[in-house]
């Protein structure tokens, strides 16, 4: 157990509709980072958030946004989904802010979405 | 970004030490080493990370040669447990733009 927790475990719904994916880091932990993984692309940065604020941001989608509350927690929203966003979506978290060298990262059990 | 080439699978016996080497011609000054493993639906798990030379914790072993250009993952005495994909990242986290790419990995097939 990373200690990093992931709701809901399974997610399945239609096209076109929206979800809200959460996350909840380790204790301690101020950084959160999302992550795609689908059968054909391994597994995709998506964003990180530090202490509330965008850190960093990879291959995330405009139909996606995420953000980080007070609390820490973390929402990953995806909006207008189509049937290629059925993937695993991870969340992980760490300590650093991403600006030190060296950095290990602790993942949540992920949630799986499927999109018919 | 450092791009990294690793075989996309391996077997090995119960009882053997594996070693998974994973290339990174055009690794930056200031790029590190990590990796992680990962189970089927689970998420990935960091075993270890860094630099040059040799690192060795509890899991397993680094050694990364002087020109810094492949790294090799050594897992002493593997067991069945130890199936799973294993991914090499190389990079800066302190660049802001140097993207977190896992690749594909290496599927570790541990048989008994």
């Known amino acids: 157990d990373s200690g990093v927790t992931q709701t809901p475990k399974h997610l399945i719904t239609a096209t076109g509709q929206r979800v809200t994916l959460r996350c909840s880091p380790r204790?301690?932990?101020?950084?959160v980072y999302w992550y795609q993984q689908s059968l054909d692309q391994g597994l995709q940065f998506l964003i990180q958030?530090?202490?509330?604020?965008?850190?960093a941001k990879g291959n995330i989608l405009e139909r996606f946004s995420a953000q980080q509350f007070p609390d820490l927690h973390s929402e990953l929203n995806l909006s207008s989904l189509e049937l290629g966003d059925s993937a695993l979506y991870f969340c992980?978290?760490?300590?650093?802010?991403?600006?030190?060298?060296?950095?290990?990262?602790?993942f949540g059990p992920g949630t799986r979405l499927t999109v018919l | 970004l450092a791009k990294t080439t690793q075989p996309i699978s391996m077997d090995s016996y119960e009882g053997q030490e594996v070693n998974i080497t994973c290339s990174h011609n055009?690794?930056?000054?200031?790029?590190?080493i990590t990796w992680y493993q990962q189970f089927p639906s689970q998420g990935p798990r960091f075993i270890i990370q860094?630099?040059?030379t040799k690192v060795t914790n509890e899991v397993a072993s680094l050694f990364i040669p002087a020109d810094r250009k492949s790294s090799t993952l050594s897992l002493p005495r593997v067991s069945l447990s130890d199936t799973a994909v294993y991914y090499c990242?190389?990079?800066?986290?302190?660049?802001?733009?140097?993207?977190?790419?896992f690749g594909k990995g290496t599927r570790l097939h541990i048989l008994p």
């Open positions: 055009n690794i930056a000054t200031n790029d590190y």
């Open positions: 860094g630099y040059k």
């Open positions: 958030y530090y202490n509330g604020e965008e850190r």
């Open positions: 204790s301690g932990d101020l950084s």
């Open positions: 990242l190389v990079g800066d986290l302190q660049n802001r733009d140097d993207k977190i790419i």
């Open positions: 992980a978290s760490s300590i650093k802010d991403g600006r030190e060298r060296t950095d290990t990262q602790y």
